[in-house]
């Protein structure tokens, strides 16, 4: 139900972008969220932005250089990610809220995920 893509290889500096399609079900109007799991570490959060787009949410680590945006009409996700590094290595998965009206890191409260898409980053 949510397809991710946009993943690849790229060098340190360099820039990707991300982008998740629902299909089967609408995910209006529930917020939808980025993270990513790296080799040998635990998922962590992203980005993630709510169902209007007025309200987005960053990790810290990726403030000013990631941008989380969506598009309603055509049911859509993307993430913007720019000056990446290698430490942004890791798959790259979409996911959507199974409640209306927060935005939130926590993983526990996303109830669709998408298969994942792999970013490496060479330095």
């Known amino acids: 139900q949510l397809q991710a893509s946009g993943g690849g290889l790229v060098r340190a500096g360099g820039s990707l972008r991300l982008s998740c399609a629902a299909s089967g079900r609408t995910f209006s109007p529930y917020t939808m969220g980025w993270f990513r799991q790296a080799p040998g570490k635990e998922r962590e959060f992203v980005a993630a932005?709510?169902?209007?787009?007025?309200?987005?949410y960053y990790t810290d680590s990726v403030k000013g250089r990631f941008t989380i945006s969506r598009d309603r009409a055509k049911n859509t996700v993307d993430l913007q990610m720019n000056s990446l590094k290698p430490e942004d290595t890791a798959v790259y998965y979409c996911?959507?809220?199974?409640?209306?009206?927060?935005?939130?890191?926590?993983?526990?409260?996303?109830?669709?995920w998408g298969q994942g898409t792999q970013v490496t980053v060479s330095s």
């Open positions: 996911a959507a809220d199974k409640a209306v009206g927060r935005i939130s890191d926590n993983s526990d409260y996303y109830a669709y």
């Open positions: 932005i709510t169902w209007s787009g007025c309200s987005t």
